[in-house]
């Protein structure tokens, strides 16, 4: 329950809408976002420290990475129902692709922000714990925090006796909020594209997409 709601309906404002009612003195949520991402690193890595008593810091930041990678932000973000209450401008209103699940992601992270402020650390912690922390277990079972990188070289060399390579393919959003394309190849061969908010990222998820597309996932 939040005692300022209008920091809620930040939270869930996206940059385009203000953009196409500017002047109206209304705010999106990218300065929530910010705090939303240090508050969860800051969360993850207190629980994931305290479980995994036995992991060295390699093995904890590749667990915290598959945990609040924008894949798995996504996901939480639509099974708490977050889609439905996007303030979002038309356009992106008809986007419901990749895109769209940057959008989630995003918005949980200022989700979290506004939480951090509203209700202080603790109520955040709680939050975090309960939606999103609770995963880490399947990721570790199922091994979903190997490196696709990794594994789609691998799985390229064995398969097809090639090396992927990667390449941004465009840079998008202003200089404070760039989305990078990136696609893997194999040889001159584009396979997949994957987004992010850094050139790592978006690799990573290209080769994630790629190793679906191939069937090695």
């Not at 932000?73 to 692709?97: F, N, P, Q, R």
């Not at 650390?121 to 709680?126: G, I, M, S």
């Amino acid at each position: 329950v939040f005692k300022n709601k209008d920091l809620l309906k930040q939270a869930f404002t996206h940059r385009s809408f203000t953009n196409e009612r500017e002047g109206k003195g209304m705010q999106h949520n990218e300065r929530l976002e910010f705090l939303g991402d240090a508050v969860l690193e800051l969360v993850t890595t207190e629980e994931l420290y305290k479980r995994y008593p036995e992991s060295n810091e390699g093995q904890l930041t590749v667990y915290r990475t598959s945990l609040v990678n924008s894949v798995m932000l996504a996901k939480v973000a639509k099974e708490l129902g977050m889609e439905d209450y996007l303030i979002l401008s038309k356009g992106e209103e008809k986007d419901t692709g990749r895109a769209r699940s940057l959008i989630l992601a995003r918005a949980l992270e200022a989700l979290l922000g506004a939480i951090f402020l509203d209700r202080k650390y603790n109520q955040c912690k709680k939050f975090i714990n309960k939606y999103i922390v609770i995963f880490i277990d399947e990721i570790i079972e199922k091994k979903l925090w190997i490196d696709p990188k990794s594994l789609i070289q691998e799985e390229a060399q064995k398969h097809l006796s090639v090396t992927p390579s990667y390449k941004t393919i465009v840079e998008s959003g202003p200089d404070h909020d760039v989305l990078f394309s990136v696609g893997v190849y194999f040889n001159y061969d584009l396979v997949a594209i994957g987004e992010g908010k850094s050139k790592q990222e978006a690799e990573v998820e290209a080769a994630r997409e790629a190793l679906k597309i191939k069937g090695w996932a």
